[in-house]
């Protein structure tokens, strides 16, 4: 069993930062790819960043030169750098972890979520 937790979330003015942590436990062999995702009200769940264990980075272009996805291998954590917020980052971010014995045989897995909100 593997668990995927976020935290960090919270409510922010227009233009503020926050920082988002997510941490995986458990039953871990090897976490490939580690990335935030967002989803807001009535609409699908979008990539907004990830990170391979090379540390090879791709981030949705709403969010580059705001945001910074970063990892840390020994601790199983990856974090998410969010400044000069806008209202239109206002989502439940979800942290997803790639892990397995090999590539091959990887699986995805998903935290609860982290609301974010980005209001005047």
């Known amino acids: 069993q593997v668990q995927v937790v976020e935290s960090g979330g919270g409510l922010v003015q227009p233009g503020e930062s926050l920082r988002l942590s997510c941490a995986a436990s458990g039953n871990i062999f090897n976490i490939y790819t580690m990335g935030w995702y967002r989803q807001a009200p009535g609409k699908q769940r979008d990539l907004v960043a990830r990170i391979t264990s090379f540390g090879i980075t791709n981030y949705a272009d709403s969010v580059k030169g705001r945001f910074t996805i970063s990892r840390d291998n020994a601790k199983n954590e990856v974090y998410l750098q969010m400044n000069d917020l806008k209202p239109e980052d206002t989502a439940v971010y979800y942290c997803?972890?790639?892990?397995?014995?090999?590539?091959?045989?990887?699986?995805?897995?998903w935290g609860q979520g982290t609301q974010v909100t980005v209001s005047s």
């Open positions: 997803n972890v790639d892990q397995g014995r090999t590539y091959f045989t990887r699986s995805t897995y």
